[in-house]
């Protein structure tokens, strides 16, 4: 087993994130930051909604969206260490939470306490890693546990559907839309795709294949409602101005 292979294999090991964030003070961001997903984030987010960003690191992600209005986000990693570091920057920041905990038992969070979770990778490193299925699974029903019904999950990850819908649609009361965005910040202002408007979505993927090309270089954003209504979310704009 190679180096890289092995450090994946890891990306689900509180050691490895501990050792990680002990070397690197950060601060850093995956796959996107706060300015690129923001247009989304409010089409299906409200200001007074309470958040919670799932693995969330050293990012400035939280610090990004309680700057631009958000009034409760909370942030969990598995990493005590860079918990730790957190806490102590952003200790004058009341809107900004951060707690130690094991996406796959957030047992400390009461069931239907949050409005939505937002995931950058975290699912991600869950499939890299050792008992990915099984983690996944267990990560996903306490992610709808500790939802509100028709809150969100917002996954941003590089995997496409064929990889990531059949584990999304396990959770069968979730209506699932798709955003595309692409990966690198271009030098142009011209995005291929929209990011606000969802991508069509069938059981086989061909319709987005068709779209989008083979091997796109986009990041995939599942928006998954619980509750199998998906009709709060469109409106969710309009709830937040008034």
Known sequence: MTGGAAASQAYGEAWYWDER????????DWYQKYPALAPLLRLYLAPHHRLLLVGCGNSVFGENMVDDGYQDVVNIDISSVVIEQMKKKYHDMPRLKYMKMDVKDMSDFESGSFDAVIDKGTLDSIMCGQNSQENATKMLEEVNRILKEKGVYMLITYGDPSYRLRLLKDMENWTIKLHVIERWEKSSNQNKWELTKP??????????VALLGPKPDVHYIYVCVKGNDAARADTKAGEAAN
């Open 21 to 28: 964030y002990r070397k690197e003070a950060g601060p850093f």
């Open 199 to 208: 991508l069509p979505l069938d059981d086989d993927s061909t319709s987005l």
